[in-house]
């Protein structure tokens, strides 16, 4: 399975690296074979030479130029990073980034051959307004994406459901992740509001290829316990 942990706006340079190195300490110690992912925040990214994975949170759909305040694909590079997180919630909703600038972003990264997290995910009206206006409202998210794209690991992100302690009951996620998977074969990864209190069940559940953890994954020893579920969990 895979689990993930998006570290958001938080973690210095220096606390990222002390916590890839715990948590790099429990994957090893541990015989983990599950596949770990960490998104540090921008300026906490570095060279890691770890079973574990680190991606970029965002980046331009550029190598380098003019695009004050965004990094380019030859920042990635400097580091070996070839994963990168594209259409999260907070991306589209507070940045304001459009499907038609997230479609360029993913088949510029795609191009360039990274392992892409593609998050799609309803905010709370959508939900409200029932299942086939709720899914429409997803397949929109996947326009001008690739879902074939090899590298491709899709996130399913409810709005409503991020920081917030609110979840989808477990037989939502299970249907909403089975139609997903209808959409494309890629692994397909829960997250909002995951903690170590309902990880387990979330990772149980058929259709679900991990999870991408915010808040609770600060917690690297909360992390690392949810790394070992799925562990306890392979082959389910
Ligand atoms: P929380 O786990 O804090 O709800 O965040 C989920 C998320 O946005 C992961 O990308």
């Given amino acids: 399975m895979i689990i993930?942990?998006?570290?958001?706006?938080?973690?210095t340079?220096?606390?990222?690296?002390?916590?890839?190195?715990?948590?790099?300490s429990f994957v090893s110690s541990k015989n983990?074979?599950?596949?770990?992912?960490v998104f540090p925040a921008m300026s906490s990214l570095d060279t890691h030479d770890t079973s574990i994975i680190v991606g970029a949170q965002n980046?331009?759909?550029?190598?380098?130029g003019a695009f004050t305040g965004e990094i380019g694909s030859v920042h990635l590079e400097e580091f070996a990073i070839k994963t990168i997180l594209i259409g999260h919630s907070e991306r589209r909703h507070i940045l304001g980034e459009t499907q038609e600038e997230l479609a360029i972003k993913f088949n510029y990264y795609k191009d360039l051959g990274f392992k892409i997290v593609y998050?799609?995910?309803?905010?709370?009206?959508?939900?409200?307004?029932g299942k086939s206006e709720m899914m429409e409202y997803i397949s929109s998210q996947y326009k001008g994406i690739d879902t074939k794209y090899?590298?491709?690991?899709?996130?399913?992100?409810?709005?409503w459901a991020i920081g917030t302690g609110l979840t989808p009951t477990l037989e939502d996620i299970q249907e909403i992740h089975t139609d997903l998977k209808e959409k494309s074969t890629a692994p397909i990864l829960y997250g909002g509001s995951v903690k170590v209190t309902n990880a387990k069940d979330v990772l149980a559940l058929k259709n679900i290829d991990g999870i991408l953890v915010g808040s609770a994954a600060l917690y690297g020893e909360h992390f690392c316990s949810m790394i070992e579920y799925a562990?306890?969990?392979?082959?389910k």
């Fill in 32 to 37: 983990i074979t599950q596949e770990v992912l």
């Fill in 4 to 11: 993930a942990a998006n570290l958001k706006t938080n973690l």
């Fill in 13 to 24: 340079r220096k606390e990222t690296n002390k916590y890839l190195a715990e948590v790099e």
């Fill in 231 to 235: 562990q306890e969990l392979e082959g």
């Fill in 59 to 64: 980046a331009y759909a550029t190598k380098d």
């Fill in 150 to 159: 090899k590298n491709l690991i899709i996130a399913y992100e409810p709005v």
């Fill in 119 to 129: 998050c799609v995910g309803e905010p709370l009206e959508k939900r409200k307004a």
